[in-house]
Nanobody
Framework: QVQLVESGGGLVQAGGSLRLSCTASGSIFSIDTMSWYRRAPGKQRELVAR???????IYADSVKGRFTISRDAAKNAVYLQMNSLTPEDTAVYYCWILQMGSGYWGQGTQVTVSS
């Protein structure tokens, strides 16, 4: 079993910053990919940022230049630094990891950006 615990969400004004954290525990052997997704009200869940074990990154066009994904392998943790937030970033943010062909989701953390 793998558990993912996210933290760092909250309410912030437009232009502000937040840092999301996600820590994996349980049967952790070798994490291949760590990602952040989000689901905005009335929209489908979308990929925000992805970090591969080789260090490659992918960002949604809407967050390029504003968000940065990083990881601490020793802590089995992944982070999402979010800067210059806008109301369009309001969503529930989910952590997702891929390990040995299996994907695991966190419970989600709410990010609300006020105008």
């Amino acid at each position: 079993q793998v558990q993912l615990v996210e933290s760092g969400g909250g309410l912030v004004q437009a232009g502000g910053s937040l840092r999301l954290s996600c820590t994996a525990s349980g049967s952790i052997f070798s994490i291949d990919t760590m990602s952040w997704y989000r689901r905005a009200p009335g929209k489908q869940r979308e990929l925000v940022a992805r970090l591969t074990s080789g260090g490659g990154t992918i960002y949604a066009d809407s967050v390029k230049g504003r968000f940065t994904i990083s990881r601490d392998a020793a802590k089995n943790a992944v982070y999402l630094q979010m800067n210059s937030l806008t109301p369009e970033d309001t969503a529930v943010y989910y952590c997702w990891i891929l390990q040995m062909g299996s994907g695991y989701w966190g419970q989600g953390t709410q990010v609300t950006v006020s105008s």
